[in-house]
């Protein structure tokens, strides 16, 4: 049973393009929901979070939307540089355990 | 220089061994998790364990055992009975197992022939 659904498996994108990926949830006792980044060969890293009572948050070229009534949220990665070619996994907390998307292969292209 | 290690990066086993993969962390963290990574399935949680001599099951236990002995320490046994343990299995921790962020470390991919 996938309680957190993820979109898309892969992306391609253009340099200096916006990346976006999408996640929906059916479980409303989540109460924090995580992106994590990871590379090749790598663990994940905590990318970027927000709390269900926010609808987005920024840091730096990173921004999560959160839906709260759609059950939805998305990481919205502006002026997408090759650096950002990674693995990326939205994820939902609740009660000490985390629940992971099935995770959106990232590709920036020059 | 503090985080998690597992030993070894690669591993290989044949079909009806157990084995060991090792989790060592320096963050003095409480909290331990195991996940395993499969193509297209993101990571599923194997065991976590909230403090030292205690721990749960996860959401894909069978045919896996842990232990925590040790708060820096929560190595994972992949039995004979796991019928599909080839997969890049991942330890994390937590400063308590309440708090949503959790550090990784860098992985263990196990072939089983």
């Known amino acids: 049973q996938q309680q957190v659904k993820q979109s898309p498996q892969s992306l391609i994108v253009q340099k200096g393009g916006i990346s976006i990926i999408n996640c929906a949830y059916e479980?409303?006792?989540?109460?924090?929901f995580p992106w994590y980044q990871q590379f090749p060969g790598k663990g994940p890293a905590l990318l970027i979070a927000?709390?269900?009572?926010?609808s987005e948050k920024k840091e730096g070229r990173f921004t999560i939307s959160f839906n709260k009534s759609a059950k939805q949220f998305s990481l919205h990665i502006m002026d997408s540089q090759p650096g950002d070619s990674a693995t990326y996994f939205c994820a939902a907390y609740q009660n000490e355990k985390l629940t992971f998307g099935t995770g959106t292969r990232l590709t920036i292209i020059p | 220089d503090g985080g998690i290690t597992q030993s070894p990066k690669y591993l290989f086993r044949k079909e009806g061994q157990n084995v060991t993969l090792s989790c060592e962390q320096n963050l003095n963290h409480d909290a331990m998790y195991w996940y395993r990574q499969d193509p297209g399935q993101g990571l599923r949680l194997i065991y976590y364990s909230q403090i030292v001599n205690d721990f749960q099951k996860g959401d894909i236990a069978e045919g896996y055992s842990v232990s925590r002995e040790k708060k820096e320490s929560f190595p994972l046994t992949v039995t004979s009975a796991q019928k599909n343990p080839t997969a890049f299995y991942l330890c994390?921790?937590?400063?308590?197992?309440?708090?949503?962020?959790?550090?990784f470390g860098p992985g263990t991919r196990l072939t089983v022939t």
């Open positions: 994390a921790s937590s400063i308590t197992s309440t708090a949503y962020e959790q550090y």
């Open positions: 927000i709390r269900p009572d926010v």
């Open positions: 479980n409303t006792a989540f109460d924090y």
